[in-house]
């Protein structure tokens, strides 16, 4: 099984192609723009050191969300383009999954694991997963630090606002681990993505997830 997956979901852009559990070629880019202009040519490379053109792939997968609505619209955006191109399938992966696909088997099996993503309007945007679970429990659900949920039991956070969650949880007596997840990774994108190509998962298109309205106005609103 052979995977191009894109991320541009948060402050970073990466690209990479994956092959039966293996790793050929990634590439990554920090910061909080400019995935639209970042992808394209690393896109271009990843599949160069891979030896591969796109028709030789099974499917294009990238992130859908929650995230920046720039970044996800452009990663989504050149994955819909070269799946179709290429007579291949477009996957969607949330950030959650793709977050919680780069933390090792142990943690995930011994601890409910938290996204907490920040929607740099004052909430976040909290994705869960059982103990053990490659799925979400539901979709990803707006709270303010303050009205984040306890948790049931041990709980592991990850995302770009893990930190500030781990802060609000300790205030109100209830600690939790606090993760080197931060932002997707295409390696764990593309690990998902099998995961759904497989059957394993519940099929998701490559469609962006918006839990908000975009931040933006219409001229003349």
């Not at 599949?47 to 997968?61: H, I, Q, R, S």
């Not at 956070?157 to 939790?176: K, S």
């Amino acid at each position: 099984m052979r995977i191009l997956a894109l991320d541009g979901a948060l402050a970073r852009a990466s690209a990479a192609v994956w092959a039966d559990g293996q790793v050929l070629a990634a590439a990554a880019t920090e910061g909080a723009r400019g995935q639209a202009v970042a992808l394209p040519p690393m896109v271009a490379r990843v599949l160069a050191e891979a030896g591969l053109a796109a028709p030789a792939l099974d499917a294009v997968a990238a992130v859908v969300g929650p995230g920046g609505f720039t970044g996800l619209r452009a990663a989504l955006a050149l994955a819909q383009g070269l799946a179709l191109a290429a007579g291949r399938p477009a996957i969607g992966v949330t950030t959650g999954e793709a977050l919680a696909a780069a933390l090792p088997p142990a943690l995930r099996a011994s601890h409910a694991l938290w996204s907490v993503i920040d929607t740099r309007r004052g909430r976040v945007l909290l994705e869960r997963f059982a103990p053990g679970a490659d799925a979400p429990l539901g979709p990803p659900e707006p709270f303010t630090l303050a009205e984040l949920p306890a948790p049931d039991g041990p709980v592991a956070l990850m995302g770009d606002a893990a930190v500030e969650a781990a802060e609000a949880l300790a205030g109100r007596g209830m600690p939790a681990l606090l993760t080197e997840s931060r932002l997707p990774d295409a390696a764990a994108v593309a690990t998902v993505a099998a995961l759904r190509l497989s059957g394993r998962l519940p099929p998701r298109a490559a469609l962006p997830l918006y839990v908000e309205p975009p931040a933006v106005r219409l001229p003349g609103a």
